[in-house]
C-alpha cells in the first residue's frame, strides 16, 4: 500500500508551499517539513537509506562515521560535574544519554557511574546521535584524557576531559544505555 498526503491552498494549510520551500532532492527535510510520520516499516526503509526520524524530525546521516580520535566534552564545569570528574579515572568506560534540548535536538550528554561529565562537541552528536537514538549504534567510549579542575593552574575553570569513541553502524537493532550499569553491587 501507498500512503499518500494531499496539502492545498484551499484547505487552509500552509504546507502547500512544500514544493517552493523544500529541496525535493533533501527527502529528510521534505519529509520534516511535510510533518510526517512513518511506521516501523518505514523506518527500517528510511535507515536504509540514511535517514532517521529523530523527535518528531527527520535526519539524514552518513553509516560512514568520521570521529575524531580524541573528543573534548564541553561544559564540564556546570552542574557540579566538577565534582564528578574529580573521581573519575582515564580508562574508565562512558556512555552517552539524549539530553533532549529543546535547541539542539541531537545533543548527547555523557556520564560515568559517578554521574554527568559534559556534553559532546555539536559535530560529534550530530555525526552518531541519529544512529545512537534510532537505535543502530554499536560503541565503546572511555575516558583517554583528563585533567581535573584541581589539577589545573589557579584561573583555570573547568576539568579537560577527553575521551576515545569506537563505534559501528549495526544493521540490527542495539540495546541504547540509558544509563550506567550499576556494578558496585555484587549478585
Known sequence: MIHT???TIWGGQKK??????TNIDDIASWLSYGGFKATPEEEETLLTLGIAQVSGQFISF????KIPDKVYLRETSFAGRSQAIERS???EEVFFVHA???YDA?????????????YLPSEVSDEIAPLLLCGRLAYTAKISELTPVSKRNKHAKSSIVGINIETACSSKPVEIKTAVPDTDHQS
Open 16 to 21: 502547500c508551499e512544500m514544493f517552493s520551500e
Open 100 to 102: 533532549k534540548d529543546p
Open 62 to 65: 552518513s553509516k560512514d562515521l
Open 5 to 7: 498526503e494531499w496539502f
Open 106 to 118: 541531537l545533543r548527547l550528554e555523557v556520564i560515568n557511574k559517578l554521574g554527568s561529565l559534559g
Open 89 to 91: 579515572a582515564v580508562g
